[in-house]
Nanobody, 130 residues
Framework: QVRLVESGGGSVQAGGSLRLSCAAS????????????LAWFRQAPGQEREGVAA????????YYHDSVKGRFTISRDSAKNTLDLQMNSLKFEDTGMYYC?????WGVGLTLDRNRYNYWGQGTQVTVSS
């Protein structure tokens, strides 16, 4: 099993920055050998959860939702089992609960399809005021 714990959320004015972190813990073999990719998702009130950014577990490739390209950067430290999301030039519409997720599905390429992800954190709130 894998446990994911997010941190770093908060309130910021539009144009500001935040850095989210996700710490993964659990069975060592599962963490190091079975996870194919990790991602950040977000969910605004009354809306469906949407993918923001994904990265291969080894950190070799990234994929972003069009709405965050050029503003957000996803990164992975495999040795520390951490996943980060640097968010710059934040907009009001970036507001929501942000979730870290991990996938054990292989051979599908980087994806922001939430159905491909097996493990989820509890989320951290990001609020951007205009």
């Amino acid at each position: 099993q894998v446990r994911l714990v997010e941190s770093g959320g908060g309130s910021v004015q539009a144009g500001g920055s935040l850095r989210l972190s996700c710490a993964a813990s659990g069975d060592g073999y599962t963490l190091s050998h079975t996870l194919s990719q990790l991602a950040w998702f977000r969910q605004a009130p009354g809306q469906e959860r949407e993918g923001v950014a994904a990265i291969y577990s080894g950190g070799a490739g990234t994929y972003y939702h069009d709405s965050v390209k050029g503003r957000f950067t996803i990164s992975r430290d495999s040795a520390k089992n951490t996943l980060d999301l640097q968010m710059n030039s934040l907009k009001f519409e970036d507001t929501g609960m942000y979730y870290c997720a991990a996938s054990q599905q292989w051979g599908v390429g980087l994806t922001l399809d939430r159905n491909r992800y097996n493990y989820w954190g509890q989320g951290t709130q990001v609020t951007v005021s205009s």
